[in-house]
């Protein structure tokens, strides 16, 4: 039986140990690409090599990532600032962003936090799975924060390559990058990229059809975004709670949004946390601002940056003086 093993490990050492060289050079091609995996590499590779550094962080959804533009912060507030929003994602996966953000960063001395409907609500299935495929092996917090959505399986994070088994795509752009075939421009500058887009038709097919949309909100996201506001209080970092504009035909539709916002609500005068609601300001009434009732085109994002700067120096809330 010894001698079995012996032979065992023998034959199994040298594959694993290809198939781990081989991992490490699929994925370390494959998070140099600034388009794949709906541009979410860039960001993730700043918090892991240690180049956020800010002492502004602004998280939420892709409504964050859209609409707030840090470089125009950062020049007109003098505060090095990274917009660290996720796209498509809720509070699950934006904690894993702040936690992984907490390893190899400094920690903020300042969050902007974009509110949405979907905040606080848990999608069954990970969406654009893709993004963490490069960072999950061995690593228990991203397996901690993924695991339970219908994606990957719990060898994907412990076995090199069983998670690029037959995801043609993210190989493929692996080798294009490591031959350097593939083209790979600049998207999202810290962490911001407009949209230089007109108005879609996504919102009036969706109307035809729509019905009141009941947002379920997930109890266990609410404890998790519940002791986040605690631990935030407690390290001494300022919290702004923000909610962006989006266009005002579209928010009669969810039919629990008094019960959403009032959360928030009693969440900002719980913690003692500025709210600035701007989901009726003249921004959310003109569509030539907007690419879908959601999100912001370029020129509405660049606006509504300098309404929140505005709003910000007048308030002075990124003042330290009660830090």
Not at 245 to 255: C, D, L, T
Request: aromatic share 16%; net charge positive; glycine share 4%.
């Amino acid at each position: 039986m010894k001698k079995f093993l012996v032979k065992l490990i023998i034959f199994i050492a040298p594959i694993f140990l290809l198939s781990y060289l081989f991992d490490i050079y699929i994925s370390k091609n494959l998070k140099k690409s600034n388009r794949f995996a709906e541009m979410e590499y860039p960001t993730w590779n700043a918090i892991y090599e240690g180049k956020v550094n800010s002492d502004l962080l602004i998280f939420g959804s892709s409504r964050s990532w859209i609409h707030i533009n840090p470089t125009m912060i950062s020049d007109s507030l003098g505060i090095s600032s990274y917009n660290l929003g996720i796209d498509g994602h809720n509070f699950w996966l934006q904690n894993l962003r702040y936690r992984e953000l907490l390893k190899h960063n400094k920690r903020p001395k300042f969050i902007i936090f974009s509110l949405d409907y979907f905040t606080l609500k848990k999608n069954e299935d990970l969406y654009n799975s893709e993004q963490f495929l490069p960072y999950m092996l061995w690593n228990k917090e991203v397996k901690k924060a993924t695991i339970s959505y219908n994606g990957f399986s719990s060898i994907d994070y412990e076995i090199p390559l069983i998670r690029y088994y037959g995801n043609y795509d993210a190989i493929g752009t692996a080798f294009g990058y490591s031959l350097g075939h593939l083209i790979n421009p600049i998207t999202r500058v810290k962490g911001y990229k407009g949209r230089d887009e007109a108005w879609n038709s996504d919102f009036d097919n969706a109307k035809a059809s729509m019905n009141n949309l009941k947002v379920k909100l997930d109890r266990p996201t609410i404890v998790l975004f519940d002791n986040f506001l605690k631990e935030c209080k407690a390290e001494n970092i300022k919290l702004i709670f923000v909610y962006t504009p989006e266009y005002i035909e579209g928010q009669k539709y969810v039919s629990n949004r008094a019960q959403i916002m009032g959360l928030y609500k009693k969440y900002s005068k719980q913690y003692q946390i500025p709210f600035y609601d701007f989901s009726n300001d003249s921004i959310s009434y003109h569509k030539k601002y907007f690419y879908n009732a959601s999100h912001l085109n370029k020129e509405g994002s660049q606006l509504f940056t300098r309404e929140l700067i505005g709003t910000l120096k007048y308030s002075d809330v990124l003042s330290t003086k009660s830090n």
